[in-house]
């Protein structure tokens, strides 16, 4: 019986290993993995996680833009911030999407972030004081997300791969209109080109830290790159960030609010001064300007919306009874 008993456990394993064996081979051949695909549990559960932050970021990151389209300067920029929050709200559900493929519900994640436990980008707890946040946001944020995202188009894993090519092309789109934004402020009045300086200024270290920690510190990033998540570091990705903005930021007639900004000759790249570590610890720890605020809209939202989802529910509920009673009818 014991020998039976031992027997078993070597094949099951011996299975998991080969199938584990297989699995690696098809991400090194660049393979793209499917939903019905085996995969490592560790596989699963990571992109669970990272794709579930990454909606939960849109999502909450439609709260600082939100807070201005009724206060946009024009028509045209009204519309132009409405197409780009509803776009983010878009960009929320292919993720949400996504992650469903993995065997966990929109729902369980959701509540998650309700209930406090899931992250969202630490870039989202900082407020937008003016208009001119709005171009930050759009040139900074967005520049940001899509030098991290553009290479999440070649993830190993086939839905959110395929849903990150959409998402790109809409991000750039928010990007420029952000940086036209900024170079309108830089060309008008004193005061404008003031205001463009200060969101420059409030906004440029958060969002050097959207990269994540140094890789130094990075928990999670090994294992990602071994399964093809991730292709770049978060400092390399950090460091394409800052080179291709500090020119940008040269062309507006601004100012990195950084003294020990350098172009190194020898490498070719602008090297920065320290990044207070510290500050992004206690905006992921809660401890940000607007943690607090962005769960309390949040959860209302979820509050207010509970009559969609019943009603959606009913209205699907009567469709079935229909269609079973046709059914049965024509029998
Ligand atoms: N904020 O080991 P790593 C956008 C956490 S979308 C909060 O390096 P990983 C569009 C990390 O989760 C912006 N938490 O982790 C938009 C982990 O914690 P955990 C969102 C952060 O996963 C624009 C721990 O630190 N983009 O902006 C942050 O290998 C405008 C250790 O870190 C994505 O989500 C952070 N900044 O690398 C919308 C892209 N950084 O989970 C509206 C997809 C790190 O163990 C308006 N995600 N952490 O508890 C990724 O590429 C990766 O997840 C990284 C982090 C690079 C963010």
Redesign the pocket.
């Known amino acids: 019986m014991y020998t039976q008993a031992l027997n078993g456990i070597p094949d099951e394993a011996t299975d998991q290993s080969s199938e584990a064996a297989r699995f690696q081979a098809r991400v090194d051949a660049e393979q793209k993995i499917e939903p019905n695909d085996w995969m490592p549990d560790a596989y699963r559960r ?1 992109l669970v ?3 579930s ?2 909606a939960h ?2 999502i909450v ?2 709260l ?2 939100g807070n201005w389209i009724t206060r946009a300067p024009s028509l045209k920029r009204k519309v132009a911030l409405l197409a ?1 929050v509803q776009d ?1 709200a878009g ?1 929320g559900l292919y993720l949400y999407a996504a992650a469903e493929t993995l065997d966990v519900s929109r729902e369980e994640l959701i509540g998650q972030l309700l209930a406090g436990k899931a ?6 707890n900082y407020p937008t004081l003016t208009w001119a946040d709005i171009g930050a ?2 040139w900074l ?2 520049g ?2 899509i030098m ?2 553009i290479p ?1 188009c070649r993830c190993s894993y086939g839905p959110y791969a395929r849903a990150m090519i959409r998402i790109c092309k809409e ?1 750039s789109f ?1 990007q420029r209109q952000g940086y036209e934004i900024m170079l309108t402020l830089a060309r008008g009045t004193p005061e404008q080109k003031a205001m463009a300086q200060d969101a420059l200024n409030r906004w440029w270290w958060p969002c050097l ?5 140094p890789d130094s ?5 090994d294992q ?1 790159t071994r399964w093809k ?2 292709r770049f570091s ?1 400092d390399d ?1 950090r460091q394409k960030f800052i080179d291709a903005t500090v020119p940008q930021a040269h062309y507006l007639g601004l100012t990195i609010p950084d003294k020990e900004l350098a172009y190194d000759d020898a490498s070719g790249h602008w090297k920065i001064g320290p990044i207070d570590w510290a500050e ?1 610890k206690r ?2 720890a809660g401890g940000g300007p607007c943690n607090r605020e962005r769960m309390r809209a949040r959860r209302k939202a979820h509050e207010d919306g509970a009559w969609v989802r019943e009603a959606a529910l009913a209205y699907a509920q009567k469709r079935r009874a229909r269609r079973e009673a046709m059914q049965i009818a024509a029998e």
């Open positions: 990571t996680r990272q794709i932050q990454h970021s849109e990151g439609m600082p833009e780009k983010e960009h992250k969202y980008s630490s870039i989202f946001i759009g944020v967005d940001a997300a991290n995202q999440l991000e928010h830290m959207m990269f994540g920690p510190e990075s928990q999670h990033s990602s998540i991730k978060n990705l992004f905006v992921l």
